[in-house]
Structure formats: C-alpha cells, structure tokens
C-alpha cells in the first residue's frame, strides 16, 4: 500500500563497491536475504548507528571494528535482527565476520555486519556462514539492484537512489540503497542505508558529509516513533573516480560531494516513509517561524507522532483540532497562540490561534483526500524551519504488525 513509491531506478555502478546477494533461508526459503558489499583498497567508510540502548550485537561489533580497521568487507542479513541475544549474539556475528574475513583475505576488524528483522531470536550463524562463500562469488559492481531486494524485511518494495555529477571535471557517482517501513524513527541514520560514491574523500571528512546528509534526510522522518535497535547508515567511499583526494571541508568539490549525498538521502529517506507500513498518506510537516531548531522539530514531531492525527488523515477526516493540540503540547514555552497559523496545502484552517473566518469543512475535506499533504505552521516566533516527512496509521499497520511473527 505504498504512497506514490516508484519503481526502482537505475542504480549505477561505482567503480571499486561490489555486491553479491544469496538465499541464506534465514526466515524463508527461496528469499534473498543475505549481502555482502566489497571495498576497494583506496576505499574510506563511515558510518553512524542507533542512539537506542538495548542496540543489536551487530551494531556494538560494527561499531568497534569500523574504529580498529579500514572497513574492507560489509555483511548484511535480514529475517534476524540479532538483537536482545547478549554475549552470545556477539559471538555469532563475530563468527559471520571470521567466515567473511576468511573467504576474502581480510581481518576480522574490516568486516561490518549488520543485521534486520525479529529481535530477540538466536543468529541462525550456520546458516549464514554456509552461504557466505556464495555471496563472496557474486561479488559484482552491477549488484546493487539484488541488493536493494536482499535486505528488505516487511518493505513492499526496493529503495534505491543514483546520482552522476561533475566535480572539476570529473565524472563522480553517488549510489545508495535502504530498507525500513517500520519501526521508524531514527535518532541517528535509518533502519539501515548503505549509499557508496566513488570520490576519494579521507576519513574524517566522509563522516563529516554523512552526518550532516543523515541530519536533512533520516533523522527528519517517522513512521512511528519507535527508534530500532538495529538502525545503521554506511557511506562508503571507494577513491577510483580519478578525481583527486577531497581533503579540505572549505572546498568546492567537499560541498558538491554533500549536497549529491544528502540529495540521495533524502530520497531514500522519503521512500521509506512512501512504504511506511499500511500507509495511505504522504505527508510533509512545516515549521516555520520557529525560534530555534530544536523547539520546530519538537513541534512537527508532535504533530507527526499523535495517532490521533495519523489516524485523522486516514479517515481523510480534517479534524484540525488535533492538529492544534499537538501544536499546543509540544512543550513550547510562552508560545503566543495570536502568532500561530496552519495550512493544509493551499487552505489555512488556523489563523491569529483559532479557526480562519475563510475556512470551510469543504476545503478542508479537498485537501484530506489527497494521497500527499503538507501541513504548514507558522509558530511567529523567529526565523527557522524545518521539515519532516510521516505518514498515516491504517487498519494495515496493526495487522503488519500484530501479525509480524507469525
């Protein structure tokens, strides 16, 4: 029941970043459900992870190795989040990381492992193990399209985005991937997100550019408001463009590379909330006017995690009251309710702190219908913004979920 989700683009191959993708029958047979990605040696990775305490042990492992060791080898799983499993999680993700870093020549420290699905259920590791030299042999730079598939858990489609831009002259291409349609609401990147460029870019400044994509894109979306144990976002870098290193933050060729990474983020970002669970609705909150950052996130968040909004826009019911108790319990201090003004798209249903004088049920019923809606509020109280993408809870999402075990 996707929101105007396309199909999956062409997604172009970076030169130095393969993929290879196999049936492990981790949960089901015959599904794709096991990656594994290859880094050139000139290759930078960074990457950042779930905020949440109760984090999966391939995170705690990623985590430290991406510290130890240039990352040469990524391993992806779904049907098994491999979370809430304590020390023996860990010992069965390290022994997926030996059987990569066996059937590749690299350390055990440049494997990352990253797992999705159910949590609290053992690693099935033999099974993965088993099926890693499989995946080591389909290694290939044309292997993003399977890879998009393979890591899906309850997504009704594949997430991809590509990008080809000139930088001095050069040909560089940004490609990236991403699953998530529960469970969502980053404190951090996404359900997970793995996006590749073939730029030379050192370290530092790689991690750098992905914090500030994941901050415009990822952390600005919810399904609803449950932050995965699980959450990781990788930006990979593999140095075989021909362009010249990017070293300096101050540079033009750093801030053409930003801006195309946080663009592809922000693609993939809105796809997983195009295939939130059971959605019928897209829907994009604007804050303006806000006195800060912080207190107009901490209004569209509001707005964004009441279910009795999301399931207003559901009904395609415009019970704009909702909307303005959401405002009004966002824990804004001293905030002047004679400066606040909302739109749905093109009609303003709230003007001066109260219903406009021009507003009818009709024009409200018009917008509510519509599969993609913005809701806009003026707070009157600065001059930030923000914007943040949700979506509406239907009957589905209580079934997805309800019936996700079984």
């Avoid at 609401?185 to 870019?201: E, G, Q, S, Y």
């Amino acid at each position: 029941m996707a929101v105007g989700l396309p199909g999956l683009p062409e997604l172009k191959p970076v030169k130095g970043v393969r993929l290879g993708t196999v049936c492990a029958g981790i949960k089901k047979p015959d599904r794709r459900d096991l990656v594994l990605i290859a880094l050139a040696d000139t290759a930078t990775c960074a990457a950042v992870f779930t905020r949440n305490a109760f984090c999966a042990a391939p995170v705690i492992m990623a985590r430290e190795h991406i510290t130890l060791a240039r990352a040469k080898m990524l391993l992806i799983n779904t049907g098994n989040a491999n979370a809430g499993t304590g020390d023996d999680g860990l010992v069965r993700a390290g022994q997926c990381c030996e059987t990569v870093a066996q059937a590749s020549g690299c350390k055990v420290q440049q494997v990352l492992p990253f797992s999705t699905g159910v949590i609290g259920e053992p690693l099935p590791a033999e099974k993965i193990t088993a099926a890693i030299p499989s995946a080591y042999t389909r290694l290939d730079e044309d292997g993003w399209e399977d890879a998009a598939w393979g890591i899906m858990t309850t997504d009704t489609a594949p997430k991809g985005a590509s990008r080809q831009i000139e930088i001095n002259g050069c040909p560089v291409t940004v490609t990236g991937i991403a699953k998530g349609s529960g469970m969502i609401r980053p404190d951090m990147a996404t359900m997970l997100a793995f996006i590749a460029t073939d730029a030379a870019v050192t370290q530092s400044l790689l991690q750098h550019c992905l914090v500030r994509a994941v901050q415009q894109s990822f952390n600005h979306i919810t399904v609803d408001g449950d932050t995965s144990t699980n959450d990781a976002c990788v930006l990979m870098a593999s140095g075989q463009s021909g362009l010249p290193i990017i070293d300096d933050s101050a540079s033009v060729a750093f801030r053409q590379l930003c801006a195309v990474v946080t663009e592809v983020c922000k693609e993939l970002a809105q796809k997983i909330i195009r295939d939130g669970e059971g959605a019928t609705k897209f829907i994009t909150i604007e804050v303006n006017e806000g006195g800060s950052e912080q207190e107009c996130e901490a209004v569209a968040y509001s707005i964004a995690h009441s279910p009795l909004v999301k399931t207003a826009f559901f009904a395609s019911d415009p019970n704009w009251g909702r909307i303005l108790a959401a405002i009004g319990r966002s824990g804004l201090a001293d905030l002047d309710l004679d400066r606040v003004n909302v739109h749905l798209d093109e009609v303003c249903i709230v003007s001066g702190g109260g219903r406009d004088p021009r507003y009818t049920e009709a024009q409200g019923q018009t917008v509510m219908k519509r599969e993609e809606i913005t809701i806009r509020v003026q707070l009157g109280r600065g001059n930030q913004s923000v914007q943040v993408w949700t979506c509406d809870f239907s009957y589905d999402y209580v079934r997805i979920n309800a019936e996700y075990r079984t």
